[in-house]
């Protein structure tokens, strides 16, 4: 699988659009980005995934640059319950292991 | 629907018992996975089953560690006997397909051992 890097930490105010950046400069055609989170005591969480078009839904928008090697997470209008840890990797649309790192963990200031 | 349960959320054992976490899945979900999740190696999968059978037990560490699937509501993974290196966040998920994007989890347990 292709590696992934992110911040280790970033602050946000509530109401403004947190903006994460991933780097997965070694990704191969086949693999996705997909983005998880992680709020404290609870387990991970599905937020979106994406090939090379920009993807929407309910949570959040995921940009992926042209060459495929970034992407930035955008939570549009940030709150306090979007404090948690956001993990970004790469994987085959249909792989079953789910396995993250360090991951971001984004602060959401009132 | 009450979402992936499991049991218990909290445990503390001595090193050497036997230890014994449950899962209850979301009903209807043919796939179940049991994760463990440590600050040093992150979250790693360790079984995953599909209509109570096995598929993929890889992740599993060592003999020590055993997961069962005895109906499509219930798992079980034990550690016989446990040690200190155990202590981890253990995260049952169930999915309708095994796709990563699919997988619900459940709070998990937290395993510490003395």
């Known amino acids: 699988d292709a590696k992934t890097t992110q911040p280790t930490s970033m602050d946000c105010a509530e109401g403004r659009a947190a903006n994460l950046p991933c780097n997965h400069s070694?990704?191969?055609?086949?693999?996705?980005v997909y983005w998880y989170r992680q709020i404290h005591s609870q387990g991970p969480q599905y937020i979106i995934h994406?090939?090379?078009n920009n993807e929407t839904n309910e949570m959040a928008s995921l940009i992926i640059t042209e060459d495929r090697k970034s992407s930035t997470l955008i939570l549009p209008h940030a709150t306090l319950r979007d404090t948690a840890v956001y993990y970004c990797?790469?994987?085959?649309?249909?792989?079953?292991?789910?396995?993250f790192g360090a991951g971001t963990t984004v602060t959401v200031r009132a | 629907d009450a979402g992936v349960i499991q049991s218990p959320r909290h445990e503390v054992t001595e090193m050497g018992q036997e230890v014994t976490l449950r899962c209850k899945p979301i009903?209807?979900?043919?796939?179940l996975f049991w994760y463990r999740q440590t600050m040093m190696r992150g979250l790693e999968l360790l079984i995953y089953?599909?209509?109570?059978?096995?598929?993929?037990d890889s992740g599993m560490p060592e003999d020590r560690f055993s997961a069962k699937m005895p109906n499509a509501s219930f798992s079980t993974l034990k550690i016989q006997p446990s040690e200190p290196r155990d202590s981890a966040v253990y995260f049952c998920?169930?999915?309708?397909?095994?796709?990563?994007?699919?997988?619900?989890f459940g709070p998990g347990t937290r395993l510490t051992v003395t």
């Open positions: 998920a169930s999915s309708l397909s095994p796709r990563v994007d699919e997988q619900y």
């Open positions: 070694t990704i191969s055609g086949n693999e996705y």
């Open positions: 994406g090939l090379k």
């Open positions: 990797i790469v994987r085959n649309s249909n792989d079953y292991k789910l396995s």
């Open positions: 009903s209807g979900h043919d796939y």
């Open positions: 089953f599909n209509n109570n059978v096995p598929i993929d």
